[in-house]
């Protein structure tokens, strides 16, 4: 078996819903960032092997399919698209990553795309003749009362462990100054492809707790302002075999490893925390190896949980800000996370971990290594 090698990583700026990139169709929002990040790689388009994409509020349809053959990758290169919610993006990579090391590709792109804004209506309908009822949330059991909205989910998780809304606050506040200081230090990253004009997250802001404490309360301790807004985005990663890179002389960073695991399906906050100890136990790695760390901040009541329940140091999560000072782009957020590993990677050795939960109690966590 090959092991796999990322060459190349880009992503889009993050955009609220309704904002900058509402406009924008997937395949529109894609095409930039796909085109970008195969140029980074020194890789033509015919040489794309597959595309792995991850969409959660889209019509269906595979949206892979419309994003690879508007960004002008051959016709033979079918696409695929997966919906694991919040985990999608990362789980896409996992799945190219699994491709490769099988030998049944030598290149394949992944990631992921959202757009709140542009996402169809929903409606569910009945046998008995009732009028169709619009929703927002998909169904993630199969029992009503095992079930719960995501906000809520969250509630009970920082119920559970004992997590004030000021210590929610207080990391919600810590994501935004991380990412105002990266922004001010770098004008921004240079893994972000311009789209329109916008090439920086906007979302991020002088976030104190006196703004916190009049945050409205959406469930419980979680407020609007400690859990991630609904955005925009895309964010796409090429991995090729390690001969394939090795032959072209490419520089990038292994994929070790991933893992996606299922939990309590009403607490899905805690997942990755299991998935996040399997794969140090396999790779027998621990806490001070890593270099880097990126945890999606979905609800800053999951992060915490995640974070304290893996041991990860401060210092090592989310330097550049999470999802609560940049926003949520469910079908992107995973691959964001790699990402801004592999942005941080190129200028240190060691592991680089992520980490992120789905709705339905699903954890998947990988790490990446640069040597």
């Avoid at 210590?167 to 990412?179: I, R, T, V």
Wanted: net charge negative.
């Amino acid at each position: 078996m090959s092991g796999a090698v990322l060459v190349a990583a880009r992503r889009s700026a993050v955009a609220p819903r309704g904002g900058a990139f509402a406009h924008l169709s997937l395949e529109a929002l894609s095409k930039p960032v796909l085109r970008a990040v195969l140029q980074d790689a020194r890789i033509h388009p015919e040489e794309v092997d597959e595309m792995i994409v991850s969409n959660a509020l889209g019509a269906g349809g595979n949206p892979a399919r419309i994003i690879a053959l508007h960004a002008g990758l051959p016709e033979r290169v079918p696409g695929l698209t997966i919906d694991r919610q919040c985990a999608g993006g990362l789980d896409a990579i996992m799945l190219a990553d699994s491709l490769i090391r099988s030998g049944c590709h030598q290149i394949v792109v992944a990631g992921g795309v959202e757009s709140h804004s542009r996402r169809p209506l929903r409606y569910r309908t009945f046998f008995d003749g009732r009028s169709p009822e619009a929703y927002d949330q998909a169904q993630f059991t199969p029992w009503p009362d095992r079930d719960p909205d995501m906000a809520e989910a969250a509630n009970d998780l920082a119920r559970l462990f004992g997590i004030t809304r000021e210590e929610q606050d207080a990391l919600a506040c810590q994501s935004h100054a991380k990412a105002l200081r990266h922004r001010s230090a770098a004008g921004g990253t240079s893994a972000i492809v311009e789209i329109d004009g916008n090439f920086r997250d906007v979302f991020a802001r002088n976030l104190t707790p006196e703004i916190c404490k009049r945050a409205k309360p959406v469930a419980g301790s979680v407020t609007a302002a400690n859990m991630a807004v609904a955005a925009d985005g895309a964010a796409f990663v090429v991995l090729t075999s390690s001969q394939y890179a090795d032959q072209r002389g490419l520089r990038g960073v292994n994929f070790l490893s991933g893992v996606s695991m299922g939990a309590q399906p009403d607490l899905p906050g805690s997942a990755p925390v299991a998935a996040i100890h399997q794969l140090f136990e396999k790779y027998n790695i621990e806490q001070d190896q890593l270099s880097c760390v990126e945890i999606m901040e979905a609800f800053a009541a999951q992060a915490i949980v995640c974070q304290r329940g893996a041991d990860l140091p401060d210092e090592l999560v989310n330097r550049y800000g999470g999802a609560l000072a940049r926003g949520h782009p469910i079908g992107a957020s995973g691959a964001i996370l790699i990402v801004n590993l592999f942005d941080q990677l190129k200028t240190t050795r060691g592991y680089g971990l992520a980490a992120v939960a789905a709705a339905g109690g699903i954890g998947s966590a990988a790490i990446l290594e640069r040597v």
